[in-house]
């Protein structure tokens, strides 16, 4: 019985242990947009609340298979217990392997977005991103805002301090001379267009919320 019970326990770890590896071997994020990941937005309140999810999702899992296990036969128990503890580190660690596919599917756009970026720790830069990049970037820095859709040669500079929750995020980019600006909110500023290439530089501010 211990035997049995040693065997599925570390079942469990292998898969965990395969999960870790697999998202770790096709993760080809750099510095920068791994700091582009960790926002004022989430910190160690998302922390929490992940190591909570995993647990809760383990208590579950395992309370379930305790109340099932009284109700069938011994034969399909040993078959089916190996089975359920090899499945179970999926569902407490889903967001991990979840994670797999979409490093696959995202691997040319991060790898090109660290071709234009760099970080040192508490600031991150990017230069000439173009929307496509820029909007890959947004799902993750919830910070940015929508730009319009002639936006190009994107400039990100965004400093944030995770102990004070402060950041300072400066944007500027081409967009086509015709493009509205909304100047009146006090985020956003323009620069003399340029006719020879039908383009104005715009810049966007935000100091912690305060600018």
């Known amino acids: 019985m211990l ?21 770790d071997l096709t993760d080809c994020s750099c510095d920068a947009t791994q700091q582009y990941n960790w926002t004022v937005q989430f910190g160690i309140g998302a922390m929490i609340y992940s190591i909570l999810e995993k647990v809760v999702f383990f208590i579950a899992g395992f309370t379930f298979f305790i109340l099932i296990k009284k109700k069938i036969c ?33 691997r040319s756009i991060e790898l090109s977005i660290c071709e234009k970026s760099w970080s040192n720790g508490l ?19 919830l910070l940015l805002p929508d730009l319009p859709q ?22 500027h980019f081409l967009c086509d001379n015709l493009e509205p600006i909304d ?22 501010t935000d100091d912690n919320g305060r600018n």
Request: glycine share 2%; hydrophobic share 40%; with cysteine.
């Open 3 to 23: 035997r049995r019970n040693v065997k599925t326990a570390l079942l469990f770890f292998l898969v965990c242990f395969l999960g870790m590896l697999l998202e």
């Open 74 to 106: 011994s034969e399909i128990y040993i078959k089916t217990k190996y089975i359920y503890f090899a499945a179970l580190p999926v569902l407490v660690f889903h967001n991990q392997f979840l994670q797999i596919p979409e490093n696959i599917s995202n």
């Open 123 to 141: 600031q991150t830069n990017s230069k000439t991103l173009n929307q496509k990049e820029y909007k890959y970037l947004k799902h993750q820095l």
């Open 150 to 171: 002639s936006a190009d040669s994107i400039d990100i500079n965004y400093y944030r301090d995770n102990f004070l929750g402060e950041f300072i995020l400066t944007i």
């Open 183 to 204: 100047t009146a909110n006090k985020h956003w500023i323009t620069d003399a267009a340029n006719n020879s290439i039908n383009k104005k530089k715009v810049g966007y």
